[in-house]
């Protein structure tokens, strides 16, 4: 027999780690597992991924429980394995849907990643959650370098808490995002025990809105009032992700009207056309492509701030990200290379995406990539709303739902197709007059579709 250690293998382009939402039925310690087998579904910023064993043998130990983060190359399971230890021969490196994965130190045998967005996924199952127990407080810094995942620094970061000061509970040693709130619930008095060793954390306003836990509500009979539900997952991420955008980004938000009339007849005659090819021809194809053309004219609408470097990067493609909700929560599928696809073939890939997303089987790549996003509530568009920026990127269309309203033409009113279009910015990088001019470029592609179809590359 052979104790044979697996470990995560890589999963995306710049995936360092990942969340455990799930392990699958019949995995557990002790327990035979066959080569193929899927073991577990592992939740990162991308994608969520199945990952499956790359040999057969009894498990001996799992590498964490449900709702554990578990690094890239670091101990997934450790199976017993029947026969000699595993050959150092050259084995294909595994595989993830987000990139091609880089070849380890040490050849391993093959293992794969498998991009599966679920509608419903697993972890997700209704559970009572114990409100944490404050961590012990003593006196002085826990660690100089203390360990945390990139969610639970920001975290900190946003309640302007030092991460030296918490005391961790996580495994090896890891700051937890649990941790950093109970020692903000006890902020005042851990910060009394700490001052003759450490200096205290930042005051700042966000200490003074310290996370409050909500009191249950039971029944006459003692029956629960409430349902509670883990935040993990793909919520969890969204979660994380708009915190971020919105604590990070000064946003913006600009809102102006489009005549969509011209629009809207150019539609009716393209349309029977695509339908003969098979593609569904609704307006966002061709409002994708007044995006891209506006972007060629505004490139700093296409750029990204690089927190590590300090640094503007300035996009020479154009991938376009297309929010859409699932029952997951909401996604962002990307056409990529949106600057070189016609209206007709835009409107394919976004049928794909949208199909792939809807059944669960949208890749890790399709996901990544965006330089520039659209969001769209379609009938449920109401007047205007204010969309939270797809950090790191510096601005995002909303579109809203078209109504017919009078609109003046030539000196006369008539009735005109209208919707609004509402862009936020990210104030830090683009001006006000930048962004107003963007958008007007948008307005005038889809005011005057003909034009638009004459700078189409």
């Given at each position: 027999?052979?104790?044979?250690?697996?470990?995560?293998?890589?999963?995306?382009?710049?995936?360092?780690?990942?969340?455990?939402?799930?392990?699958?039925?019949?995995?557990?310690?002790?327990?035979?597992?066959?080569?193929?087998?899927?073991?577990?579904?592992v939740?990162?910023?991308?994608?969520?991924?199945?990952?499956?064993?790359p040999?057969?043998?009894?498990?001996?130990?799992?590498?964490?429980?449900?709702?554990?983060?578990?690094?890239?190359?670091s101990?997934l399971?450790?199976?017993?394995?029947?026969?000699?230890?595993?050959?150092d021969?050259?084995?294909p490196v595994?595989?993830?849907?987000?990139?091609?994965?880089?070849?380890?130190?040490?050849?391993?045998?093959?293992?794969?990643?498998?991009?599966?967005?679920?509608?419903?996924?697993?972890g997700?199952?209704?559970?009572?959650?114990?409100?944490?127990?404050?961590?012990?407080?003593?006196?002085g810094?826990?660690?100089?370098?203390?360990?945390?995942?990139?969610?639970?620094?920001?975290?900190?970061?946003?309640?302007g808490i030092?991460?030296?000061?918490?005391?961790?509970?996580?495994?090896?040693?890891?700051?937890?995002?649990?941790?950093?709130?109970a020692?903000?619930?006890?902020?005042?008095e851990?910060?009394?025990?700490n001052?003759?060793?450490?200096?205290?954390?930042?005051?700042?306003?966000a200490?003074?809105?310290?996370?409050?836990?909500?009191?249950?509500?039971?029944?006459a009979?003692?029956?629960?009032?409430?349902?509670?539900?883990?935040?993990?997952?793909?919520?969890k991420k969204?979660?994380e992700?708009?915190?971020?955008?919105?604590?990070?980004?000064?946003?913006?938000?600009?809102?102006?009207?489009?005549?969509?009339?011209?629009l809207?007849?150019?539609?009716?005659?393209?349309?029977p056309?695509?339908?003969?090819q098979?593609?569904?021809?609704?307006?966002?194809p061709?409002?994708?492509?007044?995006?891209?053309?506006?972007?060629?004219?505004?490139?700093?609408?296409?750029?990204?701030y690089?927190?590590?470097?300090?640094?503007?990067?300035?996009?020479?493609?154009?991938?376009?990200?297309?929010?859409?909700?699932?029952?997951?929560?909401?996604?962002?599928?990307?056409?990529k290379?949106?600057?070189?696809?016609?209206?007709l073939?835009?409107?394919?890939e976004?049928?794909?995406?949208?199909?792939?997303?809807?059944?669960?089987?949208?890749?890790?790549?399709?996901?990544?990539?965006?330089?520039?996003?659209?969001?769209?509530?379609?009938?449920?568009?109401?007047?205007?709303?204010?969309?939270?920026?797809?950090?790191?990127?510096?601005g995002?269309?909303?579109v809203h739902q078209?109504k017919?309203?009078?609109?003046?033409?030539?000196?006369?009113?008539?009735?005109?197709?209208?919707?609004?279009l509402?862009?936020s910015f990210?104030?830090?990088?683009?001006?006000?007059?930048?962004?107003?001019?963007?958008?007007?470029?948008?307005?005038?592609?889809?005011e005057?579709?003909?034009?638009l179809?004459?700078?189409?590359a």
């Amino acid at each position: 027999m052979a104790r044979w250690e697996f470990k995560l293998p890589d999963i995306g382009e710049g995936v360092a780690e990942g969340e455990i939402v799930a392990w699958s039925e019949g995995v557990a310690v002790g327990a035979l597992v066959q080569a193929d087998q899927a073991l577990c579904e592992v939740m990162t910023d991308k994608a969520t991924v199945t990952i499956t064993s790359p040999k057969a043998g009894r498990l001996l130990e799992l590498g964490g429980n449900v709702g554990e983060i578990i690094k890239v190359h670091s101990k997934l399971v450790v199976l017993e394995l029947d026969g000699a230890a595993p050959t150092d021969a050259p084995t294909p490196v595994p595989v993830a849907p987000a990139a091609p994965a880089a070849t380890p130190a040490r050849p391993e045998p093959a293992a794969t990643a498998v991009g599966d967005i679920k509608e419903t996924l697993p972890g997700m199952a209704r559970a009572p959650v114990a409100a944490p127990a404050p961590a012990p407080r003593p006196a002085g810094y826990f660690s100089d370098k203390p360990l945390a995942t990139p969610a639970t620094r920001q975290l900190a970061r946003e309640l302007g808490i030092d991460l030296r000061l918490v005391a961790p509970s996580g495994p090896h040693g890891r700051v937890t995002s649990d941790d950093v709130r109970a020692w903000s619930a006890t902020a005042p008095e851990a910060a009394a025990s700490n001052t003759a060793t450490a200096p205290s954390p930042p005051a700042s306003p966000a200490q003074a809105r310290a996370p409050q836990a909500i009191a249950p509500h039971v029944g006459a009979a003692g029956e629960p009032l409430e349902e509670r539900t883990p935040l993990r997952g793909v919520r969890k991420k969204i979660f994380e992700g708009m915190s971020r955008s919105m604590h990070t980004a000064a946003h913006f938000t600009f809102v102006e009207e489009c005549d969509v009339t011209a629009l809207k007849a150019l539609r009716a005659r393209l349309r029977p056309g695509a339908e003969k090819q098979g593609v569904k021809l609704s307006f966002l194809p061709f409002i994708v492509k007044a995006v891209v053309a506006a972007l060629k004219k505004h490139p700093s609408l296409n750029s990204a701030y690089d927190e590590a470097t300090n640094e503007i990067v300035r996009r020479k493609y154009i991938n376009i990200g297309i929010a859409s909700s699932t029952d997951a929560g909401l996604m962002v599928p990307v056409i990529k290379d949106a600057d070189r696809r016609s209206i007709l073939d835009v409107a394919r890939e976004i049928q794909r995406l949208a199909d792939a997303t809807k059944e669960g089987k949208v890749k890790a790549d399709d996901l990544s990539g965006s330089t520039f996003t659209i969001t769209s509530l379609g009938q449920q568009g109401g007047l205007f709303a204010t969309p939270i920026l797809n950090f790191p990127e510096v601005g995002i269309l909303g579109v809203h739902q078209m109504k017919q309203k009078p609109v003046v033409k030539d000196g006369a009113i008539v009735i005109g197709d209208v919707m609004l279009l509402s862009l936020s910015f990210d104030h830090r990088l683009i001006d006000g007059h930048v962004g107003a001019a963007f958008a007007y470029e948008i307005i005038g592609f889809l005011e005057d579709p003909d034009r638009l179809v004459l700078e189409m590359a």
